[in-house]
DNA sequence: ACCAAATTTAACCATATGGTTAAAACCTAC
DNA sequence: GTAGGTTTTAACCATATGGTTAAATTTGGT
């Protein structure tokens, strides 16, 4: 872990804001600059180029976004606490970074090839326990006919769409439902409910 | 419904197809001229500025995008059917333009007003018997104990998550499990049955 | 065939933006 | 305090891109 000076650490700091809001393409060299405090050569004294500054933000932005998710994934054996543990953890990581989901979701669109590498390098890093303990904690409540036999690909992607949408969709619902304001701590306790008795009611055995 | 010369046409297609993969900023008129098969000047002498083009299309696919999503909410009172028949249709017309999702969420966080009054007049037009539809047939299900009480935001919110999700997180999808094609047939329908299992088992009364 | 209108093109312009450079300001150790 | 390195800045450059223009070509009616 190299020691950032404080200009560094600004500069990032906007860097994140300013791509995270913008995108790769819509962001301004100067904009960053100037929500640093400096000004526009400075950045490339620091980041040689828009390029290399991008791969930064980016890099570390999509390794703690999966980050997130896997350290969402509780220990227990439980599967009710489980359950009931990743939906609470992992509302609470995407609240604290509202605007990543979208980000992450249109600029690994935009290009791939970073993204492909980041991740292979995150499962290798990262001993793979947490998706493991995943799966195997499913396909035993399946085995002990806690629950009913379910597709666990589609359930997961299931668990994380309700997760998600919010974020994704906030401007259509706060336009749509204008009492409803997505990053309060209001909907996000109601969300963790009616995800979880959902989930819950849709997989165990009646 | 004005009528459009060939020559309109395939620029907005072009069009159309570059801004949604691109987005506004990333996409560039050059492209949009090479793939609709004329030279940049002639985008300008049919739409006169990029912003122009731009706001047309963008008009255009949010429109189809609600529209979409209106004609997907069935008329029939039985609730099973209602469910079954707004998952499977919501999921073919995404499947249908499997990039919208994307473009759509990603856009109208970066402008809203454009948006905004669009969504104002979608609202005038379209009778809003789908949405009203949506809402007294859930809650006449809750009074007559069909299904548990629940908030109807919510399991909107949920179902649509879960529609959207693999349209949204593809590249993350595909290289995770390379197995998967999120756009095969054989996704969309274990997709549409294992959505609705979870669903309708989360809801009905045991 | 011919004219006028519509269509299409190549060449050019203005501006925004990423990036460079050389000099000034500013520490810090002696 | 001053030499030497580090930090910061203003001014400048090159290029990409949206946009314009005037001329050429095609089209359609008579």
Redesign the interface.
């Known amino acids: 872990m190299e020691k950032l000076t404080d200009t560094e650490q600004r500069i990032l700091q906007a860097a994140t804001e300013v791509f995270l809001e913008?995108?790769k393409?819509?962001a301004r060299m100067q904009e960053i600059a100037r929500k640093a405090g400096i000004n526009k050569a400075l950045l490339h004294y620091y980041f040689r180029s828009k390029e290399q500054l991008y791969q930064r933000v980016f890099n570390y932005e999509v390794r703690s976004f999966f980050a997130a998710l896997l350290q969402s994934v509780p220990q227990t054996r439980d599967l009710a606490q489980f359950l009931k543990g990743f939906i609470d953890g992992y509302l609470d990581q995407l609240a604290a970074r509202p605007r990543m989901v979208?980000f992450i979701?249109?600029e690994?669109?935009?290009d791939?090839t970073a993204?492909?590498t980041i991740?292979k390098e995150i499962l290798l890093e990262t001993s793979d326990s947490p998706l493991h303990h995943w799966i195997t904690i499913l396909e035993e409540a399946i085995e002990k006919e806690i629950i009913?036999p379910?597709?666990i690909?589609?359930?997961l992607?299931?668990l994380?769409?309700?997760?998600?949408?919010?974020f994704?969709?906030?401007?259509?619902?706060e336009?749509?439902?204008p009492t409803?304001r997505v990053n309060s701590s209001e909907f996000l306790q109601?969300?963790k409910k009616?995800?979880f008795?959902?989930?819950?009611?849709?997989?165990t055995k009646?």
Chains 1, 2 share one sequence.
């Open positions: 913008k995108g393409e819509g979208r979701s249109w690994i669109s935009q791939m993204f492909k991740l009913r379910l597709n690909h589609h359930f992607f299931n994380l769409g309700m997760c998600v949408y919010p994704l969709a906030q401007p259509v619902i336009t749509l439902f409803i109601e969300r009616e995800i008795e959902l989930v819950w009611r849709g997989i009646t």
